[in-house]
T-cell receptor
Framework: RKEVEQDPGPFNVPEGATVAFNCTYS??????FFWYRQDCRKEPKLLMS???SGNEDGRFTAQLNRASQYISLLIRDSKLSDSATYLC????????????FGQGTTLQVKP | NAGVTQTPKFQVLKTGQSMTLQCAQD?????MYWYRQDPGMGLRLIYY???????DKGEVPNGYNVSRLNKREFSLRLESAAPSQTSVYFC?????????????FGPGTRLTVL
């Protein structure tokens, strides 16, 4: 089993839709979790950090479920500009800052 | 403030050739990382450097070497390139231990090995 797993999609949704992605992790001791956004042929950029019970930033909400070992990303009122690949990442062991990434979930928002 | 810069942006090599990918950051971060990204595989850590003068293997280190030249620069070397090393390579940096855990990525190097 991979340490961090995501459904690669693609998720095709109409503008204005609400869409949610999940990401499962295998290390129950993991403390820090992140969602990165990656546009086509560009570098990943941090979208949100998920440290405890989750957080919200505008149309984006990230949740952590420790019991089931997954994090989720909810996007409300999808925009065309939300089309991208969303990568979840989990801190690896030790205090080295190493991140373990999922394979990414592709979102395509259509008019 | 350029953030993380990488050179070159594109490179084509023949099997067996060597090359060095350069990475520099101007954010005074202590930690730096090299990843490769292949279709359907996400980002996989090749090597990382927790601080100047230290380096350590990541998930896929075989066929690569690294040098943390100083706090700013972290280079990745392919001694004898193989077609399996065709990939997009990203360098990243972060300041570990301060509570600000974000990794900042460079624009990537697209490498093709023929």
């Amino acid at each position: 089993r991979k340490e961090v797993e995501q459904d690669p999609g693609p998720f095709n949704v109409p503008e204005g839709a609400t869409v949610a992605f999940n990401c499962t992790y295998s290390n129950s001791a993991s403390q820090s979790f992140f969602w990165y956004r990656q546009d086509c042929r560009k570098e990943p950029k941090l979208l949100m950090s998920v440290y405890s019970s989750g957080n919200e930033d505008g149309r984006f909400t990230a949740q952590l479920n420790r019991a089931s070992q997954y994090i989720s990303l909810l996007i409300r009122d999808s925009k065309l500009s939300d089309s991208a690949t969303y990568l979840c990442a989990v801190f690896g062991s030790g205090n080295t800052g190493k991140l373990i990434f999922g394979q990414g979930t592709t979102l395509q928002v259509k008019p | 403030n350029a953030g993380v810069t990488q050179t070159p942006k594109f490179q084509v090599l023949k099997t067996g050739q060597s090359m060095t990918l350069q990475c520099a950051q101007d954010m005074n971060h202590n930690s730096m990382y090299w990843y490769r990204q292949d279709p359907g595989m996400g980002l996989r850590l090749i090597y990382y450097s927790a601080s100047e003068g230290t380096t350590d293997k990541g998930e896929v280190p075989n066929g690569y070497n690294v040098s943390r030249l100083n706090k700013r620069e972290f280079s990745l070397r392919l001694e004898s390139a193989a077609p399996s090393q065709t990939s997009v390579y990203f360098c990243a940096s972060s300041e570990v231990g301060t509570g600000v855990d974000e990794q900042f990525f460079g624009p990537g190097t697209r490498l093709t090995v023929l």
